[in-house]
């Protein structure tokens, strides 16, 4: 059974930092772009972060340039989204997400993943 396990969610202060990591069971990640969606309170869910199966490409959602970090291990089949100067408009659960043979911009912009993990909650506030 293919699945993703978020975790390292939780409650941080404004200009703290979490990271985020997805596990991946069932299947290896090889193949898979991998991507980072948040859906806040009364918004539409939106593509955070996304990467590449083998070459490293990676998109980021304007919101979170400069302030996040994606990265993947394939030996450990897991993703990571290192969250750095958090805001409270990064307020939202978070969902890890793949798709396969597509490009990071193409999964994050245009069209949705194959698979969902269950989201961890990220809540920035003082």
């Known amino acids: 059974q293919l699945k993703l396990v978020e975790s390292g969610g939780g409650l941080v202060q404004p200009g703290g930092s979490l990271r985020l990591s997805c596990a991946a069971s069932g299947f290896t990640l090889d193949y898979f772009t991998i991507g980072w969606f948040r859906q806040a309170p009364g918004k539409e869910r939106e593509g955070v972060s996304c990467i590449g199966f083998s070459d490293g490409i990676t998109y980021y959602a304007d919101s979170v340039k400069g302030r996040f970090t994606i990265s993947r291990d394939n030996a450990k089949n897991t993703v990571y989204l290192q969250m750095n100067s958090l805001k409270p408009e990064d307020t939202a659960i978070y969902y890890c997400?793949?798709?396969?043979?597509?490009?990071?911009?193409?999964?994050?912009?245009?069209?949705?993943?194959?698979?969902w993990g269950q989201g961890t909650q990220v809540t920035v506030s003082s």
């Open positions: 997400a793949a798709k396969r043979f597509t490009t990071p911009t193409v999964m994050c912009v245009h069209s949705g993943p194959d698979y």
